[in-house]
């Protein structure tokens, strides 16, 4: 009986496909009897580039660059091709590249008038249905709710005074102590702010908010809040006692 060794190649592959044309990843199973040539016409189905202006690079499981696959004559098992690796398919002649630009692609744009009168449109759906800003009743409602939410706002500004020993209370946030540092508008966002600087790190900036500065602290130490969350009155800041021995 021999004793020899006998190495079974499977005579089909399965690799990984890149491409210069799309940023997808694909797999199929060549068999690796066929040639470059060959290999590059069953690509064309896969890809859509020419054979004629395709070049191939073999990568290893890892992707590791191992060869270029620019011998049309030679055949798929020729190469160290396993299971895994991956064929990276590069189109010389460019023109795919150009589809995918959308930049390049002509827009339509309706105009507004023409946009309008449609029928079919989904403004003319929440017009008949009287949906979001087009529910005359609801919307007159909301600016009506945010006024006067806005009056309450100014009026608890109007009660706070800068240096005053203060409590905050904001929703979903622990409580927190503070000394009142600003009191009035702001540029970052519309409505009536305070400005405080914390007992305890537990805020967000320094006091600048967008490179303007509305006071000054300690980094960490500066938030803003509504008027509304915050309760001014005798708030001592707390002794944490590390002067004690």
Not at 135 to 146: I, P, R, T
């Amino acid at each position: 009986m021999d004793g020899g060794v006998t190495v079974v190649t499977n005579p089909v592959v399965n690799v990984r496909l890149t491409s210069s044309i799309s940023s997808f990843e694909v797999q199929r199973r060549f068999n690796r009897g066929i040639s470059i040539a060959e290999l590059k016409g069953k690509l064309e189905m896969v890809l859509g580039a020419s054979p004629s202006c395709m070049d191939l690079e073999l990568f290893s499981v890892s992707d590791t660059f191992l060869q270029k696959m620019d011998n049309n004559e030679a055949l798929l098992g020729s190469f160290p091709v396993d299971d895994e690796c991956r064929i990276h398919v590069t189109d010389r002649s460019g023109q795919m590249s150009e589809f995918s630009d959308v930049s390049k692609v002509e827009k339509f744009e309706l105009p507004e008038e023409s946009y309008e009168k449609r029928t079919d449109s989904a403004r003319s759906f929440m017009k008949k249905h009287r949906v979001g800003v087009y529910n005359e009743e609801e919307m007159a409602k909301k600016k009506a709710d945010l006024a006067a939410r806005e009056k309450e706002q100014k009026a608890a500004a109007d009660a706070i005074s800068v240096g005053s020993r203060c409590q905050v209370q904001v929703s979903g946030q622990p409580t927190k102590l503070g000394t009142v540092m600003y009191v009035g508008t702001a540029d970052f966002k519309p409505g009536y702010w305070v400005g405080l600087k914390f007992d305890e790190p537990m805020g967000k900036h320094d006091g600048t908010v967008n490179g303007k500065q509305y006071f000054e602290c300690e980094d960490k130490y500066g938030g803003f809040v509504k008027p509304l969350n915050v309760t001014v009155g005798d708030f001592p800041e707390e002794d944490f006692g590390i002067d004690e021995m």
